[in-house]
């Protein structure tokens, strides 16, 4: 399921720089899970693909948005052991992923408008929650909280 196209490994100063050319698609938005185990990738046509670091194996890939994938975050650790990964498009939609589990797709969520442009996700201690605050080109940002029901 490996697609690296090409790999480069060379010294730049005093490290070792590893070059990979992954896809055909240019890439919009990068981010490594809080444990370092993955890096996930969302590009402008809306392929979202998840790479163990260890070795850049190609570990899962969908098509996720209709459009570009703009941002994408991971939870931080958190109390209740969740590992969720969020996306957010051009499209509008909010897409959040359980990492526990195979990536499948938990929810999605269409509040904004316009384009999500930022998301981030955050534990709040004092109220033991996971949360999310996205903005959008409909200039709005929404906050929630995740709950199991």
């Keep these: 399921m490996n697609e690296i196209y090409d790999h480069f490994k060379y010294h730049h100063g005093n490290s070792e720089v590893e070059k990979y050319l992954v896809q055909d698609y240019q890439i919009r938005c990068i981010k490594c899970s809080s444990d370092g185990r993955y890096l996930a990738c969302g590009d402008q046509a809306g392929c979202l693909r998840i790479y163990e670091l260890n070795n850049f194996e190609l570990e899962f890939e969908m ?13 931080p650790e958190n109390d209740q052991k969740l590992n969720f990964l969020a996306t ?5 939609l909010l897409h959040i992923y359980d990492a526990n589990k195979d990536f499948n797709i938990l929810t999605t969520l269409d509040d904004h408008t316009s384009s999500i442009s930022s998301l981030k ?26 709950n199991k029901s």
């Design 121 to 146: 996700i955050f534990y709040d201690k004092s109220i033991k929650k996971l949360g999310i605050v996205s903005c959008g080109a409909d200039k709005s940002m929404i906050i929630r909280y995740y």
């Design 88 to 92: 957010g498009s051009r499209d509008r």
């Design 63 to 75: 098509k996720a948005h209709d459009q570009e994938i703009l941002c994408l975050d991971f939870s």
